[in-house]
């Protein structure tokens, strides 16, 4: 069963999520905090990431893709960013091209909240 890495400091959403996405037959691990979850990437290489953008920094989720993206072990993972950004601060980080969303170091990007089954979707649609 493929790994997804699942992080948010909204206990709720991973809790929701991890619901979602076990029914669906994938292997789910939450963490609150981005570098807890580098280090755990570290050990245990996922098939994919679901982050939030803002947790204990503003670009929390920014730089963790990012992260991800240069490390020569990780590189080909896909990322997808979901946020509340846009709703809750005002901000849009809405990607506009592919190039933008590239620059993120994200695959795919979604504003929360995200209907289940479009994120269902994107995932399979990223699983090799």
């Known amino acids: 069963m493929p790994l ?6 909204d206990r709720d959403f991973l ?8 029914a669906q037959g994938f292997r789910i691990s939450c963490f609150t905090d981005a570098d807890q ?3 755990s990437m570290k050990a245990e290489a996922p098939d994919l990431v679901i ?9 929390s989720g920014f730089s963790l893709a990012r992260k991800i993206k240069s ?7 896909p990322v997808i960013i979901v946020t509340a950004v846009a709703s809750r601060r005002g901000f849009d980080f809405n990607p506009g091209s592919r190039a933008e969303l590239e620059a993120m170091g994200a695959d795919a990007y979604f504003d929360k ?5 479009l994120l269902v979707a994107k995932v399979k649609e990223l699983l090799p």
């Open 4 to 9: 997804i890495v699942l992080i948010d400091d």
């Open 15 to 22: 809790e929701m999520n991890r619901g979602i996405l076990e």
């Open 37 to 39: 979850a580098w280090q």
């Open 51 to 59: 982050t939030d953008l803002m947790m204990r920094s503003l670009d």
């Open 71 to 77: 490390d020569p072990g990780l590189g080909d993972l």
């Open 113 to 117: 909240p995200v209907a289940p089954q």
